[in-house]
């Protein structure tokens, strides 16, 4: 699925049983895995990069995420499953816990209540600093794996043009949020913490990669942060949308999504044929109209 390109920060690879899976970048698997389970509270640094002074500003948020979401700036690497960092006991704790966010919220009684349900001692919350942090987190990793097998499965994705595929896939991971949307609003809250906002990024831009992928993406250049910036773009405005949304099903939701998509595609096709139009243009009237027009198409 996933390809070698400069500045990116995933490689696909296939496992016994033909399932995907992903595995991060050795520095940034150091890191997440430091952020979640470790009790320092230091800032992580990644090698041959500088420090982002903010992702701990208080100022963050997740719809910053617009102009964030190109954070992979380091090559793909191998890929494996997102909850590979997980321990089996660690897993079913958390997968438990999920059941009781709708009466406690992402926090750390609902975490006593998971490992209480399947009857792991509560002291188990002690090796998630974070904890509710960690829960969020877990979440995040579930639904980006299931999205994985559906897109593996392939059969969804048939005969689609890419507009519609990021149409379906994001709706699809949006669907998964559905049951939590009365306690999504926290989620967001916990996410844009300095201390979990890092994480937060990168799992966002994790999740923009795999969908583009799945609609055929293989650009390279500076056209591959672009299409990430705009899909980050709409993917958290979308998300935003849907806490808003009381029509039935969240059809209001999925028609802002369709518009949205179709706004960016749209675009698209504007700029390139605003180029036509300045190459057509500077045919006739000198190449000096045709490179000024070019730059401000560019800008």
Not at 141 to 158: F, P
Not at 229 to 258: A, H, K, N, Q
Request: aromatic share 10%; net charge positive.
């Amino acid at each position: 699925m996933y390809r070698t390109v400069v500045n990116r920060i995933l490689l696909t690879k296939n496992t016994g049983g033909g399932r995907r899976c992903l595995l991060r970048f050795p520095h940034l698997r150091t890191a997440v895995t430091s952020s979640r389970f470790s009790t320092t509270t230091e800032p992580q640094t990644f090698p041959n990069r500088p420090l982002n002074p903010a992702d701990s500003s208080t100022s963050s948020s997740l719809t910053s995420f617009q102009t964030s979401s190109a954070a992979g700036d380091i090559p793909r690497q191998e890929r494996k499953n997102p909850q590979a960092e997980y321990q089996g006991e660690q897993a079913r704790f958390l997968q438990a816990s999920l059941r009781h966010v709708l009466r406690l919220g992402w926090s750390e009684e609902a975490m006593i209540a998971g490992a209480k349900e399947v009857g792991i001692s509560p002291s188990i919350v002690g090796s998630f600093p974070r904890k509710e942090a960690a829960l969020v987190e877990f979440f995040m990793d579930d639904c980006l794996q299931r999205l994985i097998d559906r897109i593996d499965s392939g059969e969804e994705l048939q005969d689609l043009i890419p507009s519609q595929r990021i149409y379906k896939l994001v709706r699809f991971r949006l669907e998964m949020q559905a049951p939590y949307v009365s306690k999504w609003p926290q989620a967001l809250s916990i996410q844009a913490h300095p201390l979990n906002v890092s994480t937060s990024f990168k799992q966002r831009a994790m999740l923009v990669d795999e969908i583009w992928h799945a609609a055929g993406d293989e650009a390279s250049d500076l056209d591959w942060y672009v299409k990430r910036t705009v899909l980050g773009g709409i993917y958290s405005t979308t998300e935003i949308y849907m806490l808003t949304d009381s029509s039935p099903e969240f059809r209001d939701t999925w028609l802002f999504l369709d518009n949205r998509v179709k706004d960016a595609f749209d675009l698209k096709k504007t700029i390139q044929e605003a180029k036509y139009l300045a190459e057509a243009v500077g045919a006739g009237m000198g190449s000096s109209l045709q490179g000024f027009v070019g730059k401000v198409i560019q800008r």
